[in-house]
C-alpha cells in the first residue's frame, strides 16, 4: 500500500518524513495524514519522572481517546473521558506524540515538566484524508473515482457476522440481500445491479491487497478496520478483466506504534423468529381438504374412508392440532468473541487476534461456529527496505447446512399424529409419502450434515525505497482452503423414506498464488504538482480439486458417515473436477494533481488468461478520469459555509471473468442419469455430449461512464456525493437456451448488450453538534439508490435487421435482466362469470389469467411481464445519537418496487397446491361454503366466501397438484422497510474503567430486525418471511416453462428473525 | 553493501515469484473430456454405451408410461399425480403443459447427437478391431432408428439430423414425416447388413431387434402419410424372417406367460430388446428419491394402493403404489373367452380361466402383513399370510360377500369391479421388482421393449392387411395358445374369419398392455370404416370409462373411477404438442402441430 504525502521539499525533514511513510502504510488506516511536527531542542537530562495533562481541542473541549506515548518507546497512556492522561517519561529527553483520528498529530518534548496540556488541531478540512484505492491510496482530494466507504466506526454500529451484512443498508449503489437465516448463509451483493446473465454478478473482493475468492463467512468482521466499495471504471479498470461487476476492497488491521493494547469485543444475543408462517390448524385443514373433495365429487361426504386417517379424525374429534412450527421452532443464540492486541515501536508493529463465532439456528442442530486467528508483522530494515506479513486463519464448522425441514413444517398433515401409541416417531403420518414428520431427523443418530473448512489466507510484502519517491513492492499472496463435507441419514428420515441409510463424504482443496511487482514513485514538484505513478506486473494461478463418495445400507446408524466401507458404494465422483486457471496482467497508473485543483488518473491493464481461446487470451482495459476541486479555487476562499465541493467525470472499460475454464473446448458427460448404463450385471460407463465448444469465447467488457459530485457544507456537518452513472457490458456472456432438438440445451457464447444507469447519493448530516464534551449529538447517514437495468440487444434480429425479444430464454428488449413472464393474474372465476370461465376451459372457483390478445383461448401467446425484481430505489438510513456517555445507533433500509416470487404461495415449488393433499399457508381461498353436518368442529359449517384471491381447493385429477396457472399466485410485491438494528450503549467514565485496570469500556445492548414491515398484505400475515431474503433467491433460466422459468436457489428460508444481544467491548 | 545484498534479494524475489512455467495460460484439461474422445477405441465404447443409456428416460420414466400407455382404451386415470396424457385435459396437454412428452424429445435428440458423434468420428478411432468397430456403429444406428422412430410417431414432422452438431445452432426446423421414415430405414437397413446376431452382453441390440424393428417401422409407416404401397409386405417379410428363424437369434417364445415376466428372465429367450437396469447402485439409481432421469419407476406405476388396505401395509414385495393407471373394464373384461359374435363363454367363478394372461399379469389378492388396525379398519386378530383383500374381477352375489363378511379369525375385503377407484383397482404386476433393497428404491429390473410375442402380432397384422387372414390366425393363434390354461389350447384357437382388426388390438391388448407400446397401436389402426381407432376408442365410453363417483356402501364407498378422456379428446390429439420452448427457442421456425 502506498500513500501520497504532502511533501515540504526539505531536504532536512526527509528522514522524519520516510518514518511517518513508514508508520501511516502501517496503520493502513484512515488516519489524517497531515502533520505538524515540531521540532524541539534537546534539555539536560534528568531521570524518570511522571507527567500528567489535559489533552483539549482548539476551543478547549477536552478530549478522550488521545493517545499519548513516549516516542521510540512503547510506553504510552489514553487520554480519559475529562482528557486527562498520566504517564512516566524516562527521561528529561523524552517526546510525547498525541494522535487521536480526526486531529493533527503533535510531537512535544517534555522537558522537566510534569504537567503537559496539550491541544490538538482539528483536520481543517477533508483535504489531506487518505483514501484507500486499489495497489495503494491516494489523498481523498485527488481521487478521481466513485468509491463509498465503510469506516471503521461504522463497522462496530452492528456486530454482523460477515462483511457483506455489513455493508447492508450502508452504502449507496450497493445491493446486499440476506439469503435467508440459517446460520453461516453468506449474502447477495450487488453492486449497481446486475449486469451479466451469466452465473457471476459477485464483486470482486480483494483483502489487504490479494485476491479474495470464496466465503465471506472466511473472514472475521472484527478483524476488519474498513471497507471501501470501487464502483466507477476509473476505480476498478486497475482490476481489469474482474473489475466489471465492482471491487470491495477489504483492510485488516495492523499494528501502531504505540504501548501495547489489548482489546476484549463480545457479545452474547438470543435471537428468535420474527414471526410465524400463518398456517391452517387441523379444523382448517380439515375444511379445506373436505372442500377440494367436495369440489370434485359435491355429494363427497367426509366419513368416507379416503378422507381421513382413523387417527386423523380421532385428533379432529379432539379438536388436536399437530403444530409443526411449535415443535421445531425453537430459540437460537449467537454470540461472538474477540480478542485482539497490538502495538509496536517506530520500526516494528505487531497485531493479533483469536476469534470465536457462534451462531445457532431456529431449528435443532443447525448451528456455525468459526475460529479465526490472524496475525500481523510490519518490520522497517534499515532506512529503505520495509517487510510485513498477514496471515488470516480460520476454521468453520457448520451443522446441517443442507437440512432444511421447512417443507415438512409446512406440508404435513396437522390432522395426524407424529408419534405412533407407543410413542414411537411416524415417518408418514398420514400414510402419504408427501408428507413426511420432520421430527424423524431428530433422534439420536438419525442424520449428519456437516461441513468444516479451514482457510489459510496469506500475505507477505516486501518494499524498497529505491530513490526519492520511488518504490518498489513485493506482494506474495497465498490462500489455501480445505473443506470437509460429511453426511449420512438414516433409513427412518424422509431423506430415505424408510429405504437403507445413506452417508457420503466429500472433500475439497483449493489454492490461490499471487505474485505482484509494484513499482510507485510519488512526488511533488514545485507544492503544486502531484505525481503518483503505478506500474503493476502480476501472476496469478487458481488450482481447485475435490472428491466425493457416497455409499447406501452401512451396517451400523452410529458410525454415521464415519465409516463409508461398511456400506455399498453407490457414487463415486470427482464433485469438484480438478480445474486450473492462470492470469497475467500489466498494469500502468498515473495520477496527477495540480494545486489540489485539478486531478486526472489514466490506467491501462492488461490481462492475459488461460480461460480463452489462444489469440483470443489478451485483452486491455483502459480508463481515464478528471476531477476539480471547486472548494479550492481562490473564488470561493471567502465562502465559509462551503468546505468541499468537488466535480469528478470518469470513463473506462473494465471486464468480467464469468467464464469457467475449459468452457472454449466442449465436453462430453458421465454419470448415473447422464450416459451411465448397465450390460447385465456389468456397469457401462457411457459418455454424451454436454457442451459444445467454443474457440472464439470470450470476456465481456462493461464501459461505465461516472459524473460525481462531493461536497461539504457548513463546517462540514452535511456533507455526502452524489454519483450519476451509466454502464454498457457489451459481448454478454450469454448462457443461450438451445432447442434441445440439438443435442444441447444451451451454450455459452458472447453477444448481445445490457445497460445499467443510476444515480447515488450519500449524505451525511450532523443535525445536532455538541456545544460541548458529553452534551447532545445527532447525526445521520443516508443513501440512496437508483438503478435502472436494461437489456439493449440480444443479437437476435427480425427479418427488418431490428432487435428482438428472446423469448425462449425469457429476455426482452428494454426490460430489466431477470424478469417475470408468465400469465396475468386477474383473480378467481367468480359465480357469476360461469360461461366465460367454461369459454376458457375453465371453471368458477379457479384461477382468472388475462386472455392478453383476445383471441378467446388461453395459451403461451397470452404471458405477459407480470413484474422484476429491480427495485424502483432503494435506501438506508443510519442515525447516531450521543450524549454523556450513552450511544444510540439505529440501522433501517427499504427497497421499493421490486416484484418477489414466495415459494409458499409459488404453486411449482409445492408448498402451495390446491388439492389438499397436504397443509399449506391459510389462504383466503374461494369456497362455495360446507354444511354444518360434515363439519363437527366447526359450528354453522363454512360459509361460502366468493374470494378473489386464492382459488377454490379441488381434487379434481390433473398434471400437477397445484392449480392451473398456480405459479401466479407466488408473485408479490417486495416492498419493505427493515429497520436492520438498534443499539444503545454506554460508555463507563474513564475514572471507572481506570479503577478496573482498563483504558476504555463500552457495554451496549443492540436488537436486530426489531421491525420489518412489508407492503404486501400477505408478508404482513406470514411475518415469517423476509421479503428482503426473497430479492435474490430466484433464478431465471428459459428451460421450465412450466414454472415460467422459475427456481429457487438454496430451496426455501427458515422464518427471519430477531434477536437480542448483549455485549461489551474492553480495552486494557 | 546493504544495498546491493537488498537489492539482490529483491531481484530474487522477483525472479523466483514470478518466473513460473511458462505455459501457465495454456489450458491442458485431463479432467473433462472433449469431443476429441470420441476418435479414441474408448471413445468410441463409451459413446455407444451412452447411446444406449437413452433407453433408461424413454423406457424407464414417469414419461414412459405416461406418453405410451396412458390415454387410451387400457388404462384411465390413477390417483397420483396424473397428467394431461391421460384425459387429454385441454388445460394441462399443452405445449408449455405437457412435460413427458417433452422430456421424450429432448432425451431422443440428446441420444441421436450422441448416435451422430460416434457415428461420425468412429470410423476414424484407432485400436479397435474392424469386427468391433463395426458391430458398435452397426448398434450405434440401430439405437438412433429406434430414438427417430419414437419421435416420428410422437410428433409427426421432426427435425432430421444425422451429422454430430458441433456448432450452436437454433436454426432448427421439422423434415418432412417420410424422410425421417426414409432415414429410419436407411438406418436399419444398413445395420442389419452388419450387425450380429445375438448379444454379446445382456441388453445389446442384435440383428433380431433389427428385424423386429424393420417390421415395426414398415407397419407404422403403412398408415401413415408417407405410406409406401409395399410397406405391408415388407413388414411380414422381416416379421416372417424373424419368426422363421428365430432359433438362429436364440430367440423362441416362453411356454408359460408367467415366465415372460419372471423376476431375473428379463433377458430371456424371448427378449428382443430391453432397457437395461441392474441393483449395482453404481450404475443405476436405486434410492428412490434421487431423481436424475433414467431411474425405473416401471414397478411403481402400475400399482394401487394396497398399503390403505385394511391389515396391509406397505413392504418391499408388494412394492410402492404410485397408482398412476388404473386398468379400464374393457382390458379386464378382454380376458374374458368369447365367442366369434362376442358372446363370453365363461361366467362366474370360472370367468377368465382359459385364457391365463390376466390371473398371471394381475394381482388380485393381498394377504395379510400387518394384522393390526390402521386408517381403514383392520385387527390384531387377522393372521399373517392370510386373505386381506380380493380384487374377484366380478360383482358377488350378497351371499358370498356375507359370508366373507362372517368369516373368521377376521374377514378380508373384497372390491368388485363397480367399487374400483383411482385407488383400488387390480394390479399390473408385469413389472414388479421384489429385489429392491429398499421400501421405496426404484426398481433393478431391465424393462423389455420388445419381444418376439410380438412379432408374431406385428405379422399377424400385416398379413391381415395384406389379404392373408389365414396366415394372420395362424400366428396369432400361436401367442393364444400359449396363453392357454391347461388343456384349453382348442378353445383358445380363433378361425379366419375371426380376424378383424379390432380382434388384433385386442389381442395385443391382452398380451401387451403396459409395454409400452398401446398408445401408438391405436394411433396407427384405423376401424374398418377408415376412422382413426385412438380417436375413436377413447370417445367411447366402452373404452375409456366416464368419471364417476363411486358411492357403494362397504371399505370403498368413495373416491372417483373413470376420466373425462372422451369427453376432452379432439382430433389434433393423434399428434403430441412440440414443447414451447423449442418453438420458442428457435423463435417460432419449429412450428407446432395443428391444434396445439
Redesign the interface.
Known amino acids: 500500500m502506498n500513500k501520497s504525502l504532502p511533501s515540504s521539499g526539505s531536504q532536512g525533514r526527509d528522514r522524519k518524513w520516510s518514518r511517518l511513510v513508514a508508520l501511516l502504510l502501517l496503520t493502513g488506516s484512515l488516519t489524517p495524514a497531515y502533520v505538524q511536527a515540531q521540532q524541539q531542542a534537546p534539555v539536560s537530562t534528568s531521570g524518570p519522572h511522571q507527567v500528567t495533562g489535559k489533552v483539549t481541542s482548539d476551543d478547549g473541549e477536552a478530549l478522550p481517546g488521545v493517545t499519548v506515548v513516549v516516542k521510540g518507546t512503547t510506553n504510552g497512556a489514553t487520554t480519559s473521558a475529562d482528557g486527562t492522561y498520566t504517564l512516566t517519561v524516562p527521561s528529561d529527553n523524552a517526546i510525547l506524540i498525541f494522535s487521536s483520528v480526526g486531529f493533527g498529530r503533535k510531537e512535544v518534548a517534555v522537558g522537566k515538566r510534569t504537567s503537559l496540556s496539550q491541544s490538538l488541531t482539528p483536520e481543517t478540512q477533508a483535504l489531506n484524508e487518505v483514501q484507500v484505492v486499489g495497489y495503494g491510496t491516494q489523498k481523498k482530494s485527488q481521487v478521481t473515482g466513485a468509491i463509498s466507504s465503510v469506516s471503521d466506526e461504522q463497522l462496530r454500529d452492528v456486530p454482523v457476522a460477515n462483511v457483506g451484512q455489513a455493508l447492508q443498508g450502508r452504502a449507496a449503489g450497493i445491493t446486499v440481500s440476506s439469503n435467508g437465516t440459517a446460520p453461516g448463509q453468506s449474502p447477495t451483493i450487488r453492486i449497481r445491479g446486475s449486469r451479466s446473465l451469466s452465473g457471476s454478478n459477485d464483486p470482486l473482493l480483494v483483502v489487504d491487497g490479494v485476491p479474495f475468492d470464496g466465503s465471506l463467512n472466511d473472514l472475521n468482521p472484527d478483524d476488519i478496520t474498513s471497507l471501501e466499495v470501487l464502483k466507477d471504471a476509473s476505480s476498478t479498470a486497475i482490476y481489469g478483466a474482474r473489475g466489471a461487476n465492482g471491487v470491495i476492497l477489504i483492510t485488516t488491521r495492523r499494528g501502531k506504534s504505540g504501548a501495547a493494547r489489548a482489546t476484549y469485543a463480545g457479545y452474547y444475543g438470543i435471537k428468535d423468529i420474527y414471526g410465524r408462517f400463518d398456517l391452517m390448524n387441523g379444523e382448517q385443514y380439515y375444511n379445506y381438504r373436505l372442500e377440494a373433495y367436495r369440489t ?2 359435491p ?3 367426509p366419513s ?9 379424525r380421532n385428533n379432529y374429534a379432539a379438536g388436536k392440532t399437530t403444530d409443526y412450527q411449535s415443535l421445531l421452532f425453537q430459540k437460537g443464540h449467537i454470540q461472538n468473541h474477540t480478542l485482539g492486541v497490538s502495538g509496536g515501536t517506530d520500526i516494528t508493529q505487531y497485531s493479533a487476534s483469536l476469534g470465536y463465532y457462534d451462531e445457532t439456528g431456529i431449528v435443532p442442530v443447525q448451528r456455525f461456529q468459526r475460529y479465526s486467528l490472524r496475525g500481523t508483522l510490519d518490520q522497517q ?2 532506512k ?2 520495509k517487510v510485513g506479513v498477514n496471515t488470516l486463519n480460520t476454521f468453520t464448522n457448520a451443522n446441517d447446512p443442507n437440512v432444511n425441514v421447512l417443507y415438512q413444517i409446512l406440508t404435513t398433515s396437522p390432522l395426524a399424529s407424529p408419534y405412533d401409541a407407543n410413542g414411537q416417531l411416524v415417518l408418514y403420518p ?2 402419504d ?1 408427501a408428507g413426511s414428520n420432520p421430527l424423524t431427523l431428530y433422534t439420536p443418530n438419525a442424520h449428519l450434515d456437516r461441513s468444516r473448512r479451514l482457510r489459510s489466507f496469506n500475505s507477505l510484502y ?1 518494499q ?1 525505497n529505491i530513490l526519492k519517491g520511488l518504490d ?1 513492492r ?1 506482494n ?1 499472496g497465498l490462500d489455501g482452503r480445505t473443506q470437509a463435507d460429511e453426511s449420512f441419514y438414516a ?1 427412518v428420515t424422509p ?6 441409510n ?1 452417508a457420503s463424504r466429500s472433500s475439497s482443496i483449493a489454492y490461490n498464488l499471487l ?1 505482484e ?1 509494484l513499482l510507485t514513485y510519488n512526488r511533488n514538484f514545485a507544492e503544486k504538482h502531484d505525481l503518483n505513478v503505478t506500474a503493476l ?1 502480476s ?1 496469478q ?1 487458481y488450482h481447485a ?1 475435490g472428491f466425493q463418495a457416497g455409499v ?2 452401512t451396517l451400523a446408524d452410529y458410525q454415521l458417515a464415519d465409516n463409508l466401507g461398511a456400506g ?5 465422483s ?1 464433485n469438484t ?4 486457471w ?1 492470469l ?1 496482467s500489466y498494469m500502468g497508473r498515473l495520477n496527477y494533481a495540480y494545486d489540489n485543483r485539478y486531478s486526472a488518473t489514466l490506467t491501462a491493464r492488461i490481462d ?4 480463452l481461446a ?1 489469440g483470443h ?1 489478451t485483452n486491455v482495459f483502459p480508463s481515464a478520469a478528471v476531477a476539480w476541486n471547486i472548494a479550492n479555487e481562490s473564488f470561493l476562499k471567502d465562502y465559509s459555509w462551503l468546505n468541499t465541493l468537488k466535480l469528478r467525470a470518469s470513463l473506462g472499460r473494465v471486464g468480467s471473468t464469468a467464464i469457467n ?2 468452457q ?26 454436454s457442451a ?3 474457440p472464439l469465447l470470450g470476456w465481456e467488457y462493461t464501459t461505465t461512464a461516472n459524473f460525481g459530485l462531493d461536497f461539504g457544507f457548513f463546517e462540514n456537518r452535511l456533507t455526502g456525493s452524489v454519483e450519476v452513472y451509466q454502464q454498457r457490458t457489451s459481448d454478454l456472456l450469454l448462457p ?10 444451451s ?1 455459452l ?1 458472447n453477444a448481445g448488450q445490457t445497460q445499467n444507469r443510476g444515480i447515488e447519493i450519500s449524505l451525511t448530516t450532523v443535525n445536532l453538534r455538541a456545544k460541548d464534551l458529553g452534551g447532545f449529538e445527532w447525526s445521520t447517514d443516508w443513501n440512496f439508490t437508483v438503478n435502472r437495468e436494461k437489456i439493449l440487444n440480444l443479437n ?1 434480429y427480425n427479418a427488418d435487421g431490428s432487435v ?1 425479444d428472446d ?3 425469457q429476455r426482452f428488449i428494454g426490460q430489466p435482466l431477470y424478469v417475470i413472464y408468465d400469465y396475468r393474474n386477474l383473480g378467481v372465476w367468480q359465480a357469476s362469470e360461469a360461461d366465460q370461465a367454461k369459454k376458457y ?2 371453471k368458477v372457483g379457479q384461477i382468472k389469467v388475462a386472455d392478453v390478445n383476445g383471441d378467446g383461448k388461453i ?2 401467446n397470452d404471458r405477459v411481464i407480470v413484474g422484476s425484481r429491480q427495485p424502483k430505489f432503494e435506501a438506508g438510513l443510519t442515525n447516531r445519537f450521543r450524549f454523556k456517555g450513552l450511544d444510540l445507533t439505529i440501522v433501517a433500509l427499504t427497497r421499493v418496487g421490486a416484484t418477489v416470487v414466495d415459494p409458499y404461495s409459488f404453486g411449482p415449488s409445492y408448498y402451495a397446491t390446491n388439492t389438499g393433499r397436504r397443509n399449506q399457508l391459510n389462504f383466503d381461498y374461494y369456497s362455495t361454503g360446507i354444511p354444518a353436518n360434515l363439519t363437527p368442529q366447526t359450528p354453522g359449517g363454512v360459509p361460502a366466501n366468493p374470494s378473489n384471491t386464492y382459488p377454490e381447493p379441488d381434487q379434481t ?5 397445484w392449480p ?1 396457472y398456480g405459479s401466479t399466485l407466488g408473485y408479490h410485491s417486495g416492498t419493505f422497510i427493515k429497520v436492520r438494528s438498534i443499539d444503545l450503549g454506554y460508555t463507563l467514565p474513564a475514572a471507572w474503567a481506570k479503577a478496573a485496570f482498563m483504558s476504555s469500556t463500552r457495554i451496549y445492548l443492540q436488537v436486530q430486525n426489531p421491525y420489518i414491515w412489508a407492503a404486501d398484505k400477505y408478508f404482513q400475515r406470514n411475518k415469517a418471511i423476509d421479503p428482503d431474503a426473497l430479492s435474490y433467491s430466484t433464478r431465471f433460466g ?2 421450465d ?2 414454472g415460467a422459468g422459475i427456481t429457487f436457489q438454496g430451496g426455501s428460508n427458515y422464518p427471519v428473525t430477531r434477536a437480542f444481544i448483549l455485549g461489551v467491548n474492553l480495552g486494557f | 553493501m546493504k544495498k546491493i545484498v537488498l537489492a539482490t534479494l529483491s531481484t530474487t524475489l522477483v525472479l523466483s515469484a514470478t518466473s513460473c512455467n511458462k505455459n501457465i495460460l495454456d489450458e491442458n484439461p485431463t479432467s473433462v473430456l472433449t469431443p476429441a474422445f470420441l476418435q479414441t477405441a474408448q471413445g468410441v465404447e463409451a459413446g455407444v454405451t451412452g447411446v444406449y443409456s437413452g433407453l433408461r428416460q424413454v423406457y424407464g420414466n414417469d414419461a414412459a408410461t405416461f406418453t405410451t400407455e396412458a390415454g387410451t382404451d387400457l388404462w384411465t386415470t390413477g390417483i397420483s399425480a396424473s397428467s394431461g396424457l391421460a384425459d387429454y385435459d385441454n388445460n394441462s396437454l399443452t405445449p408449455t403443459g405437457d412435460g413427458s412428452n417433452s422430456f421424450i424429445w429432448t432425451a431422443c435428440y440428446q441420444k441421436i447427437n450422441a448416435a451422430n458423434g460416434v457415428l461420425q468420428y468412429g470410423p476414424n478411432a484407432q485400436g479397435l478391431t474392424p469386427t468391433r468397430l463395426t458391430q458398435l456403429l452397426a448398434e450405434a444406428k440401430l439405437l438412433r432408428a429406434q430414438y427417430y422412430f419414437v419421435l416420428v410417431q410422437d410428433f409427426g414432422d421432426v427435425p432430421l439430423y444425422t451429422t454430430f452438431i458441433d456448432q450452436p445452432t437454433k436454426d432448427i426446423s421439422r423434415a418432412p414425416l417420410a424422410d425421417v421414415y426414409t432415414q429410419i430405414l436407411k438406418d436399419l437397413t444398413e445395420s442389419l447388413a452388419t450387425i450380429a446376431d445375438k448379444p454379446a452382453q445382456p441388453g445389446r441390440v442384435t440383428r433380431a431387434t433389427v428385424l423386429h424393428l424393420l417390421a415395426k417401422v414398415y407397419l407404422t409407416r403403412a398408415t401413415s402419410s408417407a405410406k409406401q404401397a409395399t410397406d405391408y409386405q415388407m413388414a411380414a417379410q422381416y416379421a416372417k424372417e424373424l419368426i422363421d428363424n428365430q432359433g438362429r437369434y436364440g430367440l423362441a417364445l416362453e411356454t408359460d406367460p408367467a415366465a415372460v415376466f419372471a423376476e431375473g428372465n428379463e433377458n430371456g429367450k424371448e427378449v428382443i430388446f430391453n432397457a437395461q437396469f441392474n441393483n449395482d447402485a453404481t450404475f443405476t439409481g436405486l434410492d428412490g428419491f434421487t431423481y436424475v432421469s433414467g431411474e425405473n419407476v416401471l414397478g411403481f406405476q402400475y400399482r394401487s394402493r394396497y398399503d390403505k388396505l385394511p391389515n396391509m401395509a406397505r413392504d418391499t414385495y408388494n412394492g410402492r403404489p404410485f397408482a398412476r393407471h388404473v386398468p379400464t373394464y374393457f382390458l379386464e373384461n378382454s380376458y374374458i373367452l368369447k365367442d366369434a359374435s362376442g358372446n363370453a363363454l365363461e361366467s362366474g367363478a370360472a370367468l377368465r380361466t382359459t385364457d391365463t394372461r390376466y390371473s398371471k399379469w394381475f394381482t388380485t389378492v393381498y394377504t395379510v402383513n400387518t394384522p393390526s388396525p390402521n386408517a381403514n379398519g383392520g385387527s390384531t386378530k387377522a393372521v399373517v399370510g392370510d386373505t386381506s383383500a380380493w380384487y374377484p374381477g366380478r360383482e358377488l352375489t350378497a351371499a358370498q360377500l356375507t359370508r366373507i363378511a362372517n368369516r373368521t379369525p377376521y374377514p378380508y375385503i373384497v372390491i368388485q369391479p363397480s367399487q374400483y377407484t383411482t385407488e383400488y383397482f387390480p394390479t399390473l404386476n408385469k413389472f414388479d421388482s421384489r429385489n429392491r433393497s429398499s421400501l421405496n428404491g426404484f426398481s433393478t429390473r431391465p424393462n423389455i421393449i420388445y419381444r418376439l410375442a410380438e412379432t408374431y402380432l406385428m405379422a399377424a397384422e400385416a398379413y391381415f392387411y395384406l389379404g392373408n387372414s389365414a396366415q394372420a390366425a395362424t400366428y396369432i393363434n400361436v401367442v393364444r395358445e400359449r396363453a392357454a390354461a391347461a388343456g384349453k389350447k382348442a378353445q383358445m384357437d380363433i378361425t379366419p374369419a375371426q380376424v378383424n382388426i379390432d380382434f388384433i388390438l385386442d389381442e395385443r391388448a391382452r398380451e401387451l398392455c403396459g409395454e409400452f407400446t398401446r398408445w401408438y397401436d391405436l394411433k396407427r389402426t384405423t376401424t374398418a370404416g377408415g376412422a382413426n381407432e385412438l380417436l375413436t376408442r377413447i370417445r367411447n365410453t366402452n373404452y375409456a370409462p366416464a368419471l364417476r363417483s363411486v358411492t357403494t356402501p362397504g371399505f370403498t364407498k368413495g373416491g372417483v373411477y373413470g376420466s373425462n378422456a372422451a369427453i376432452n379428446i379432439r382430433d389434433f390429439h393423434v399428434l403430441r404438442p412440440i414443447p414451447q420452448s423449442e418453438i420458442d427457442r428457435t423463435s417460432g421456425k419449429l412450428t407446432q402441430n395443428p391444434g396445439y
Open positions: 370434485q365429487s355429494t363427497f361426504d368416507n374412508p379416503s378422507f381421513l386417517t382413523q387417527d386423523e530494515i534499515g529503505r527496505v398420514n400414510g409419502n516486501g524498497v518498489y513485493l506474495v433409513s431423506n430415505n423414506g424408510g429405504g437403507v445413506t505474485a511487482n506486473y501472476r494461478t480439486d447406501r445400507g455399498t458404494p453407490s457414487t463415486i470427482n473436477p480438478p480445474i486450473d492462470a497475467e492475459r488468461s488461460s480461460r489462444p487470451k475454464p475449459y472454449t473446448q466442449g465436453a462430453l458427460i458421465t454419470g448415473i442419469g447422464n450416459g451411465y448404463y448397465n450390460y447385465g450385471t456389468t456397469g457401462g460407463i457411457g459418455i454424451i455430449p459444445i465448444p467454443n443461450d437456451a438451445l432447442p434441445t432438438a440439438s443435442g444441447y440445451s451454450f457464447r437476435v428482438r423469448v425462449g430464454n376451459g375453465s395459451d403461451a385429477v390433473r398434471a400437477n397438484e392451473t428459459g428451460g416453462i412450466s
